[in-house]
């Protein structure tokens, strides 16, 4: 087998089609067209010359080939997502860049240039770079070690990983298309809304989807899913198709509240938590303390 030449995108592809068992699917997550995606399967089907995947009317599964090949690929994927993050941070320091993670934009009244002014006032020399990372990540970055410091919205999960300093605690609210029944009413409390559908967060949120559906205030009633949604767009599109209601904190709301779209306050949730985060042990590191202490200079009363 020439295996030499198998890529990362090779074993990736692999991989996403391996977990969704279903071409169309795996396809929207790499962002390829669905027969791109099957002919590089086929690619790399011919080059380890087994069969990986078994298609046929009731689907696609994985061969014995396939199921063997699953558990090293993952690993050598996660090695070199490692090894890639671990060339990023030392270009950072190289290049004194300091990378800032989020999922939408702070906005709350120009914050995020009132910090970058700040940090910079303090660290000329230094360049900062912002990346947009998906809500599939509620560590905006910091997890795989592609950012340096992150906008986050607490709780965190593996939570003892991070230390953060909040910035902004703000009340939930619910999002809902203003022809839904309860947009008429001014004072809702979540009794009201626990048989709604609700728009998730994606899976991979963990305790954060379960924040936004509010687990804790649902006395162990499950709640109803009507879609999951991974951004700002989705979650509009999502309210505005009637697919579900969301819990959106108070900052936010202006992202949403577009055509078709109001938001209503709702009594018994506690607030939600904005924070800047960052990996435990880079703590210390000159310029994350640094832009950890412009942002609190810039929340502090």
Not at 82 to 101: N, Y
Not at 142 to 155: K, Q
Not at 275 to 285: H, I, V
Request: glycine share 8%; proline share 7%; aromatic share 6%.
């Amino acid at each position: 087998m020439a295996t030499s030449d198998v890529h990362g995108r090779d074993l990736r592809y692999f991989v996403t089609v391996a977990e969704e068992l279903h071409f169309t699917r795996a396809a929207e997550r790499l962002y390829v067209s669905q027969p791109a995606l099957s002919k590089q399967i086929r690619a790399l089907e011919r080059q380890l010359g087994v069969e990986l995947l078994r298609r046929d009317r009731q689907g696609v599964a994985l061969t014995a080939a396939g199921e063997a090949l699953l558990a090293p690929a993952r690993r050598v994927l996660a090695a070199w997502e490692e090894a890639a993050a671990a060339v990023e941070r030392a270009r950072a320091v190289q290049r004194s860049t300091l990378t800032v993670g989020m999922s939408t934009s702070p906005g709350r009244g120009g914050l995020l240039p009132a910090i970058r002014s700040r940090f910079t006032a303090a660290h000329p020399e230094t360049a900062l770079r912002v990346r947009q990372v998906s809500w599939e990540d509620p560590t905006a970055g910091l997890a795989d070690g592609s950012v340096d410091v992150a906008f986050v919205w607490l709780p965190l999960p593996d939570a003892e990983r991070y230390g953060w300093t909040v910035l902004a605690e703000e009340p939930r609210l619910v999002a809902l298309p203003d022809t839904h029944p309860l947009a008429a009413r001014t004072d809702l409390t979540f009794t009201d809304l626990l048989d709604e559908p609700f728009l998730a967060l994606p899976r991979s949120a963990g305790a954060l989807r379960d924040h936004f559906l509010a687990l804790d205030a649902r006395t162990g009633r499950p709640p109803r899913i009507g879609a999951e949604i991974a951004g700002t767009e989705e979650t509009y599109e999502a309210l505005v198709a009637g697919l579900g209601i969301c819990l959106v904190a108070e900052g936010n709301a202006p992202l949403i509240t577009l055509g078709g779209v109001i938001t209503r306050p709702v009594r018994g949730l506690p607030p939600s938590r904005y924070a800047l985060a960052w990996r435990r042990e880079d703590g210390e590191l000159p310029l994350v303390r640094g832009y950890a202490q412009a942002c609190r200079a810039m929340t502090t009363p």
